[in-house]
């Protein structure tokens, strides 16, 4: 859409409006209901609509807010102790008595660092009227004016009279672990408010990630959600089209963010942008009970592309956005993925009850009707409890970041898992992990032990569980959470007296931004192969929990095959470190053998190859005392130095594997008069036959199976 405002960065690093307001209303008037920038401080934003009248008579004070700055002392861990001495920085989150902006310089702050300064000092709370405000069951809710010109981007045929769900963002301030965020606790949703039925649960959990990942995930899905409403492959959505009931209320957004402090922060400004989020209004505490998590509900046809311009509907086009109900969840406190997803399950999920949720993690983007394509998976499979799609690795235009040979290892990873793995334990019917980062599951599948089971890695709930906690685990099964995913999907098939199946998707698929150093590379992986081979154990040691499972007797035989599978490779990853090291070691020797002498002499090439299995076993032993540690970013040059030198001795280890190839082929000679089963058998006769046959099966499958997969 070449008419797009784009998104310009200041040069104190905010962002100018793309947005004008016609109605010009003032920044600064105290008990305004509408914002003019969504960039700039909504703190004057007063409740417009207050919830619960009939309800408990305590009442919110907002005075309260306005005379005391957020503050950790006051209402929340996040704020910093940035002051010296301890004392508390007067810029953070605003000082409520209008005194100069912070003494600190910002001139040797990160960008990073500098974002949250600015988002701290938006939060300023100025003097102005007082307003009280019921509570709703002694719980804080309110609905807040948006800008007009977000209001006003909503197409005219969507918008509701009898309602403001396009005119206002409403407001929670949860001061209860999301177990407890529930109806008879007075809490809600718009979208159950609304009477919705929600058939698509999306849920997109994030940490610390950038602008530009957090902008290509959301639009991603935006427009995933734009193609299912729009498509006329599926009769359900057509169906719920030809009865009046619009397809995007079917439909929900998750935003999930796992805490205040260590967000980035403009990832707020493409949520204000858009109409999700606004400065200001977030309340740290409700009668002396802390926020645990902050939730702004709107319903947009609003989106930001990574490429940061602003996307919005034009006219009757058929390309336009459709309205999509946003749940933002920015919790107060980072307490890890997991608690992220009790959130997802537990909370929302328990409220608006929908039958499929999709996982995606920001920074991974989802492909064209991808989302579609998992759904309709679900709806043709009524024993379908779980699937995943192809994560393929991003890599940039032209493929520009193949060049990084780490980039260019985990590209092919993915591909062989995607081509080999997925669909084998498909076919199957048990996958055995489907990717946090792009999966779903049927919410009434995962009920009961499955999430009860999941849940129990979760910090949050480690005093309540007790022994079964994460505090009360051995070391064996604290790794195996490391992999709480392959926990879930083992838990599903094995569900008592279910037949719950999991799958693999081809058509849907998804990019995902992969580690690009050897430090990230390496904390990543050490997390993933310490869970999923405590995981895979997990999983075999309680095989016999599938007996109590309702799957047929051929599922059964299927399931055991696979197990024995699963045990071959259990054992070969276990040796997989002693093979390579054999492989190396054997290969390299036996040049001197077949009087190959690379390096000149034969005493030469000999030294220079002990010299090598000298240097593979010096860097491993260090590979060994730097996994002692638990920091690989405090280790970036080590880890480097290692890949570098593994990478050195595996380029000359294939360079002596194709030579001893070529030179054990070179000796086949072919009489002119024999046959071609002759000829054959003189090929594979003698160590021919073992040499073709491992070809085969490792480069042979690998060529043959890319092209059939393509």
């Not at 580690?515 to 310490?530: C, K, V």
Request: some cysteine.
């Amino acid at each position: 859409m070449s008419g797009r405002p784009v998104l310009q960065a200041d040069e104190q690093g905010g962002y100018q409006n793309p947005f004008h307001d016609d109605q010009g209303y003032p920044m600064n008037t105290y008990g305004s209901n509408t914002a003019q920038n969504p960039f700039e401080s909504t703190t004057s934003l007063a409740p417009s609509q207050p919830y619960g009248d009939s309800h408990a008579p305590s009442r919110y004070d907002l005075h309260d807010d306005e005379e005391k700055p957020l503050t950790s002392s006051y209402g929340g861990s996040y704020p910093p102790m940035s002051g010296p001495g301890g004392f508390i920085d007067p810029s953070a989150y605003g000082d409520p008595h209008g005194r100069p902006g912070s003494v600190y310089s910002q001139t040797s702050m990160t960008p990073a660092a500098r974002q949250d300064e600015q988002w701290r000092r938006r939060q300023t709370i100025k003097r102005g009227k007082t307003k009280r405000v019921k509570l709703q069951s002694g719980n804080f809710v309110a609905d807040y004016a948006v800008p007009t010109a977000v209001a006003s981007a909503i197409e005219a045929r969507h918008k509701n009279v009898n309602s403001n769900e396009f005119t206002h963002m409403r407001y929670s301030a949860a001061t209860c672990d999301p177990d407890d965020f529930t109806t008879e606790n007075g809490w809600s949703l718009r979208t159950s408010n609304y009477g919705r039925q929600t058939e698509l649960l999306i849920a997109v959990t994030s940490y610390n990630e950038d602008k530009v990942l957090y902008a290509r995930t959301l639009h991603g899905v935006m427009l995933n959600i734009r193609d299912i409403c729009k498509t006329k492959q599926s009769k359900y959505w057509k169906k719920h089209a030809e009865e009046g009931t619009p397809a995007w209320q079917k439909i929900t957004v998750a935003l999930i963010v796992d805490g205040l402090e260590p967000m980035d922060k403009s990832v707020l400004d493409i949520l204000a942008t858009v109409g999700v989020y606004q400065d200001g209004v977030m309340k740290k505490e409700v009668d002396k009970k802390e926020t645990v998590a902050h939730i702004f509900e709107y319903t947009t046809q609003l989106s930001i592309d990574s490429d940061m311009q602003l996307v919005q509907p034009h006219g009757e086009d058929a390309n336009n956005l459709v309205p999509v109900q946003i749940i933002f969840v920015l919790k107060a406190k980072n307490q890890k993925k997991i608690n992220s997803h009790r959130w997802l399950f537990n909370a929302i999920g328990k409220m608006l009850q929908p039958e499929i949720c999709v996982l995606i993690d920001a920074g991974t983007k989802p492909g064209h009707k991808s989302i579609y394509y998992l759904w309709e998976a679900f709806y043709n499979d009524p024993n379908l409890g779980g699937a995943c799609g192809e994560i393929h690795a991003m890599i940039g235009k032209g493929g520009r970041k193949l060049l990084n040979p780490l980039v260019a290892a985990q590209n092919f990873e993915y591909k062989m898992s995607n081509i080999l793995d997925k669909p084998l334990e498909s076919s199957f019917g048990y996958v055995s992990v489907l990717p946090g980062a792009f999966s779903a599951y049927r919410y009434r599948a995962i009920l009961g032990r499955p999430l009860e089971q999941y849940f129990h890695g979760d910090h949050s709930l480690a005093d309540r569980l007790g022994k079964k906690g994460i505090h009360g685990m051995n070391i064996f099964t604290k790794n195996m959470f490391l992999a709480e995913d392959r926990i879930l999907c083992f838990e599903l098939v094995a569900k008592a007296g279910d037949r719950w199946t999991l799958t693999y998707v081809k058509p849907s698929k998804a990019e995902t931004d992969v580690p690009e150093s050897a430090a990230e590379l390496i904390g990543q992986r050490r997390r993933w192969l310490n869970g999923s081979f405590a995981a895979s154990v997990y999983s075999l040691v309680h095989f016999f929990k599938l007996y109590k499972s309702g799957h047929g007797i051929v599922r059964m035989f299927f399931f055991h095959i696979q197990g024995l599978y699963n045990v071959f490779s259990l054992v070969f990853s276990w040796f997989a470190l002693a093979n390579l090291w054999l492989t190396f070691s054997i290969i390299i020797e036996l040049l001197p053998a077949q009087k190959i002498y690379i390096f000149g002499t034969e005493a030469v090439t000999f030294y220079v190859n002990q010299a090598f299995e000298w240097i593979y076993l010096a860097f491993l032993a260090v590979q060994f005392v730097l996994a002692l540690g638990n920091r690989p970013k405090g280790e970036r040059l080590a880890y480097f130095l290692t890949l570098c030198a593994f990478a050195v001795l595996a380029l000359y280890l294939i360079v002596c594997s194709i030579w001893l190839t070529v030179l054990a082929f070179k000796g086949v000679s072919f009489t002119a008069g024999s046959s071609t089963s002759q000829k054959l058998g003189e090929l594979l006769s003698g160590t021919n036959g073992v040499l073709m046959a491992a070809l085969i099966a490792t480069f042979g499958i690998y060529f043959i199976a890319s092209f059939l997969y393509v």
